[in-house]
């Protein structure tokens, strides 16, 4: 298996996936045009050094193959009221700390809190500013929900229910025959499959990545489950997802997101997703790279059910209702998201990465990072509490 398409796969890792860099100090400002100094090699993606990280995340597209999501030049605009958030106290059992201190210590590049449609808080680090990219991780796992979403209302899937091999025939006659579209959103396949990094012989390290050589070495799992009933983090299938939305709507997921989504609500900046192969397709779990603005704007197009300024509705009535549902599998993850018990709800990516949205106080609040550890347990938790304090922050 080739490395890069080994590494995409690790870059669309769980959140179970150990820290992978040592606790280093904070990771250093880099001026833009130094970037080129930095850069890491591809096949050491998740070992890169702190200067590699940060001339990295805001430069995949010189490292790994790409593709772009275009804009269309009509902004939605973001008005501003800025206020100081710096003061605000985050904490998180016995451990204490101010917003500032949390944006030097978690080394973030950037953080954008908006409230009922206005920016209240900006702020860049590590040498990035408004225009930088910067790579997502599993953030564009519930960006790939947002467009199942755009295709059950285009027609292109009929039902959720409808079985993953249904749009995925080289997969009959396997376990998947009795998993349907609900239940891979869900990671509720009930399909056997071992996410232990640790673990050499697991099936996240064993398993052959790109396409063609990913089904056959799928559809010789087994069942353990029942479909819909147990909650398991299966990033091959965050692949298969990916593959199941090209297959319904008969294009690439770039374009069709552009087309969906980034032209018609008004996204600032082009983007672009990694690829899984040079010329190949996006990883339904892949890396997509947007300006932190335009992670923002994609909060509130989920905020706002998927409806554009002119009244149409890219998505479903109920779509995001559902998608945040608590599943019979894990009453945290719905499609793709996952589930605070008080209705807000995010799409995480590992280093640090959230788009943050409170429906109830009209939320949504966009973080990117180079921290040190991929995921390491007090890093979300710490992360979740920013998030928190933030909200409440800013609440009427």
């Known amino acids: 298996m080739s490395i890069i398409k080994k590494l995409v796969a690790l870059g669309v890792s769980s959140l179970w996936l150990a820290g992978v860099l040592p606790a280093y100090a904070q990771a250093p400002v880099i001026d833009p045009a130094d970037d080129a100094k930095h850069l890491g090699l591809p096949q050491e993606f998740l070992y890169w050094t702190r200067e590699q990280q940060v001339a990295g995340y805001r430069n995949i597209n010189k490292i790994f193959p790409t593709r772009k999501i275009s804009a269309s030049g009509t902004v939605l605009e973001l008005p501003k009221q800025l206020t100081d958030l710096g003061d605000v106290q985050i904490e998180v059992e016995d451990r204490k700390l101010t917003a500032d201190e949390y944006f030097l210590q978690q080394s973030v590049a950037g953080l954008l809190v908006i409230k009922n449609g206005t920016i209240v808080y900006e702020r860049y680090g590590l040498g990035n500013t408004e225009n930088s990219l910067w790579t997502s991780f599993s953030v564009a796992k519930s960006l790939t929900s947002l467009l199942f979403g755009a295709a059950v209302q285009d027609g292109y899937i009929k039902s959720l229910d409808e079985k993953v091999t249904d749009y995925l025939p ?9 998993s349907s579209i609900r239940n891979l ?21 064993s398993a052959s990545w790109d396409t063609l050589s990913l089904y056959e070495y799928l559809r010789n799992k087994p069942n353990v489950t029942e479909p819909g009933e147990v909650f398991n983090y299966n990033t091959a299938e965050t692949n298969l997802a990916g593959t199941l939305l090209r297959s319904a ?21 082009d983007a672009s997703w990694m690829l899984s192969e040079v010329g190949g397709g996006e990883f339904g779990g892949g890396n997509f790279n947007a300006t932190l603005r335009d992670y923002g704007r994609l909060g509130l197009f989920a905020l706002r059910n998927g409806q554009l300024s002119d009244g149409t509705k890219v998505l479903p009535e109920s779509w995001m209702a559902d998608s945040t549902a608590p599943s019979k599998g894990s ?5 793709f998201w996952w589930l605070n018990d008080d209705g807000s709800y995010r799409g995480i990516g590992i280093f640090g990465q959230e788009i943050f949205i409170d429906p109830k106080e009209n939320v949504v609040i966009a973080l990117q990072s180079a921290r040190a550890n991929a995921s390491r347990t007090s890093d979300w938790y710490l992360q979740l509490a920013l998030m928190k304090a933030l909200t409440q922050a800013v609440k009427n």
């Open 170 to 178: 080289r997969l009959k006659n396997s376990a998947y025959d009795k």
């Open 185 to 205: 959103l869900q990671m509720s396949s009930g399909v056997e499959w071992n996410e232990d990094y640790a673990d050499q012989n697991s099936d996240v390290n």
């Open 249 to 269: 709507i008969g294009n690439n997921l770039s374009t069709y997101l552009s087309d969906k989504i980034w032209k018609p609500f008004g996204m600032e900046s």
């Open 331 to 335: 009453a945290g993850y719905g499609y």
